[in-house]
């Protein structure tokens, strides 16, 4: 019985011109989303091949450079030694922390815009970390609407294709007039409604997961591994449960006894609440609650501490040799101890800002988790970021780990200052390098599953609502 | 109201009872209608007729009461009772996307004769008189009297023992009417049961055995046809309405 009220309610929709226009246009969001979360992935690829390859490049020259100075064949300069800890450390061997991309980054790129996914790694500044973005944002209405993503087009617009899709699966019947005809029939209610509902559910969930399998594989780059797999699984497992809660929130409504206008309207209205507005109260909320760290306070130390580092640098040049006490090469690696010291302690008066800031990030997105549950969107939105590999979760774990490398990185360098060493082919092999390491996928997946019930209970919920309905009665004419 | 026999009648209310609020729409039904039998049911606008057709089909719960079908409570045995009876609106609405065939097929196979193959499904069609050419159309085409001999072919197709029919021939025209009556009269020679509300006075008495007057939610008049002209079921059925 079930099967024939979907085979009927197929040949219905197939005839169904708004259905046609509605899966239409989901197509041409998907197609022009893929397309543009691939271009911005691509972007940043490109950007990071060529900033790897001019690291490459200025790193062989430099220990060509060593060779010849080492060899007698050519003289350093004092800006350009590259022997001198100092001078290699804060300039000519500075490095990129780079955030590799995982192949479903195209999914969701939003954060990409606003945290920088590489990092210029140098001794100098606080944490030697760079916060400007390597992709600003493009333009007023990007700033306005975001990244045009797949994920903005699961999230936003999937709903409103639902809602056309289903708003008058009950009531339109009614308005027909053909739900007395089909109730005088030995079907029951629950049956022709969840048969209708069965059959626009599994042809809105397979051309979905269709698009969202064809642009994930029509914009997926690099090795694929079984931890992909997984995260591909968990990407479409939530998918599917976000198609499931609006279909169990179309069901639940028309179950109302309302008219399609109503329903229409009702459903309207829970997408604007859900997608729109409960996201912005939760934006305004953990906004109130943890006020963002100021960027301009930092970015105003980093310029401050810059500045002072110039001009100390500025002043040691100058006045080094200028006092007769010792010579050239003493007053130089003088003035050079100084400047590291300089540096240490602005790192220090830096430290509690960068600090707040770091703990402002967690308790922004730690209210985010556990404010997500409030709308299947953030939900939606969260996991797709996540899976996506630039989700804000993986994001503080790479400034984190950026953070404890350019600790690293300093030390290297400040040790063979402090030691009055000089750089050797050696050191240069020995330079610490930045492997960024990946959460572990059970902490991925504990944390998307947690997202996958707060859809699921809902959508629980609903269909206990819609049940409750069902059993009570419809008015049929 | 129709003998007593140990068959089971097919179409049966006893004490049916049926309020909105404080508005009561009907008032303690007594009706029993044996198999192969017309009975028109006559009265004004609101006064309870279709509510009465409802409640036979349970789409609305009985306040106090039941209604029974071949015996069986449409209450408990909602879906069972369900296999027996055939529902002809004033406007048979059907899928506008499909055509008259796929139609029947579809309401066919959800009273659960799914294994009826298209030339028996047109053959029924055709028995209720549509066109063989109308039969692959959409029905988004046909005239309201095509849609009413789908019902027909439906109720056919589906050997229905009872048929519930709120003023079918409304807006047909005389021919139509006429047709329509003709394919109740071999219905019910089937040995269909038959419960037409109306408001066609001529109708009624044509192709009713018996004709009832509901007035204010209860059955004021009940009698045979057989030696009635119109004009006296005219002057019953208005001296009930002017009270």
New interface residues.
């Given amino acids: 019985m079930l099967w024939t009220v979907v085979r009927m309610d197929a040949r219905n929709v197939r005839a169904e011109v708004s259905a046609w226009l509605a899966l239409l246009l989901l197509a041409t969001g998907v197609t022009y989303a893929a397309w543009s979360g691939a271009a911005a992935v691509h972007a940043d690829r490109q950007a990071v091949a060529t900033a790897l390859t001019e690291q490459q490049t200025r790193m062989r020259d430099l220990q060509v450079r060593l060779h010849a100075v080492q060899a007698g064949q050519k003289q350093a300069t004092s800006t350009e030694d590259p022997s001198d800890p100092a001078l290699v450390g804060s300039t000519l061997a500075a490095v990129w922390a780079v955030l590799p991309q995982l192949p479903l980054a195209s999914v969701a790129v939003g954060q990409r815009d606003l945290a920088a996914a590489r990092v210029r790694i140098t001794t100098q500044g606080p944490s030697g970390r760079s916060l400007q973005s390597d992709r600003p944002m493009t333009g007023p209405t990007r700033l306005l609407t975001g990244a045009f993503d797949l994920a903005f087009v699961l999230v936003a617009l999937l709903p409103l294709v639902i809602i056309v899709l289903t708003y008058d699966l009950l009531a339109g019947e009614r308005e027909r007039g053909t739900l007395a005809l089909v109730l005088a029939h030995p079907v029951s209610l629950a049956t022709f409604v969840l048969g209708k509902a069965l059959q626009r559910g599994l042809l809105l969930g397979s051309v979905t997961l269709g698009l969202a399998l064809l642009a994930v594989a029509a914009t997926v780059d690099g090795p694929w591994t079984s931890d992909d797999a997984v995260r591909m699984l968990l990407y479409l497992g939530t998918l599917m449960a976000y198609v499931g809660f609006w279909f169990a929130a179309a069901v639940a409504i028309n179950v109302r006894g309302q008219t399609s206008a109503g329903n229409a309207l009702a459903l309207i209205g829970l997408w604007l609440a859900l997608v729109v507005i409960v996201p912005g109260i939760v934006q305004v909320a953990v906004q109130a609650t943890h006020p963002p760290p100021s960027r301009v306070e930092l970015v105003n130390l980093t310029r401050a501490a810059a500045s002072e580092i110039e001009a100390e640098l500025s002043d040691l040049q100058g006045n080094h040799g200028a006092d007769g006490k010792g010579t050239p090469a003493q007053n130089a690696q003088a003035a050079t101890e100084r400047l590291v010291a300089v540096q240490v302690a602005l790192e220090k008066r830096a430290a509690p800002v960068l600090q707040a800031f770091g703990t402002q990030l967690a308790a922004q997105q730690a209210l985010v988790n556990a404010l997500r549950f409030l709308s299947p969107a953030i939900v939606l939105q969260e996991a797709l970021g996540d899976v996506a590999g630039n989700g804000g979760h993986r994001l503080q774990q790479f400034h984190s780990q950026v953070d404890e490398f350019g600790q690293r990185w300093r030390n290297f360098f400040f040790s063979r200052v402090s030691a009055r060493q000089r750089l050797t082919v050696a050191d240069y092999a020995a330079l610490p390098q930045f492997v960024f390491r990946e959460e572990s996928l059970p902490a991925l997946g504990t944390r998307v599953g947690a997202g996958l019930m707060g859809l699921l209970l809902p959508t629980l919920l609903l269909i206990g609502w819609a049940g409750v309905g069902l059993r009570r009665g419809v008015r049929v004419m | 109201m129709a003998p007593r026999s140990s068959v089971p009648p097919v179409l049966e209310a006893i004490g049916l009872r049926k309020t909105y609020g404080d508005v009561v729409a009907l008032h303690g039904l007594d009706l029993s209608i044996a198999a192969g039998e017309i009975f028109c049911l006559l009265g004004a606008n609101g006064a309870g007729k279709t509510t009465t057709i ?1 409640l036979f ?5 009985p306040t106090a009461g039941c209604v029974r079908i071949l015996g069986q409570d449409v209450a408990t045995h ?3 009772t ?2 027996h ?3 002809i ?1 004033e ?8 055509t008259g065939l ?1 139609n029947l097929k ?2 066919t ?4 004769h ?1 294994d009826l193959d298209r030339a028996t499904l047109g053959t029924y069609l055709d028995r209720a008189g549509l066109a063989p050419e109308a039969a692959g159309r959409r029905v988004g085409t046909y005239s309201k009297g095509m849609r009413q001999k789908v ?1 027909i072919a439906m109720a056919m197709a ?1 050997g229905a023992q009872a048929l ?1 029919l709120d003023e079918p021939t409304s807006g047909l025209d005389p021919k139509g009417s006429n047709e329509f009556s003709r394919l109740l009269q071999t219905m019910s020679a089937a040995g269909v049961g038959i419960l037409m509300a109306t408001h066609d006075i001529f109708r009624s008495k044509e192709i009713g055995a018996r004709v009832g007057i509901m007035k204010h939610g209860q059955l004021v008049a009940c009698m045979g046809t057989e030696d009635l002209s119109h004009s006296d079921l005219e002057r019953i059925y208005l001296e009930h309405m002017h009270d």
């Fill in positions: 409802q089909l349970g789409f609305i719960p909602a879906l069972q369900k296999q009876i055939a529902y609106p406007n048979v609405m059907l899928y506008p996307n499909l796929e579809f309401f196979t959800l009273a659960g799914g019902g589906k519930l």
